[in-house]
């Protein structure tokens, strides 16, 4: 990332603690975060959306049960990542939001790259090959690919609120569009 858009989320991560949690910790936060990533996206993978509702936003699992049913089986199998297999998270904005109502709302987008070694095709855009590992003889290949995925997490923090984060949108470019 830039450095401006650095200094804007820490920016941004200071007001959190200063006027909406004392406690809060993006490097807490990006643990739970993977955690929920590893989560959604293998119950995603299982067609279990019903699963989902607790921590995807209504609007989103309804989006995604039109989208899930579409996908072929090697595109499903490429959105499991398991918590092990993330190469990288990183922040990708945050947002205060103030409704009209007095409403007080903080989103994060988090980014995530992750090894998948799902039966992709090869010319699947977007997407890159990471290694292909021969075990044994010439005619056993693991492939593995790099994917990623951008899940954001919104949480209110009017007084009185649940104190839960919820996912507002789910991307996985090339797999779930």
């Known amino acids: 990332t830039s450095p401006i858009a650095w200094l804007r989320t820490r920016f941004y991560y200071l007001l959190i603690r200063l006027y909406f949690d004392h406690e809060f910790s993006i490097e807490e936060f990006t643990r739970g975060a993977k955690q929920a990533f590893s989560v959604v996206s293998k119950l995603l993978s299982q067609r279990k959306l019903d699963l989902l509702e607790e921590l995807v936003s209504a609007e989103v699992l309804q ?19 398991d918590i092990d297999a993330i190469m990288y998270t990183t922040e990708g904005d945050v947002r205060i939001y103030y409704d009209d109502d007095g409403i007080k709302f903080v989103s994060i987008l988090m980014c995530f790259w992750y ?10 855009p977007g997407e890159a090959k990471v290694f292909q590992i021969v075990f044994g003889d010439e005619n056993t290949k693991e492939k593995k690919h790099l994917l990623t995925a951008n899940y954001e997490f ?5 007084e009185g609120a649940k104190p839960d984060w919820t996912i ?10």
């Open 63 to 81: 989006v995604l049960k039109e989208k899930i049913s579409l996908l072929p089986d090697s595109h499903r199998d490429a959105l499991a990542a």
């Open 115 to 124: 090894l998948n070694g799902a039966n992709l095709p090869d010319d699947v």
């Open 154 to 158: 919104q949480r209110e923090f009017t």
């Open 168 to 177: 507002t949108r789910i991307e996985h470019p090339r797999l779930l569009e």
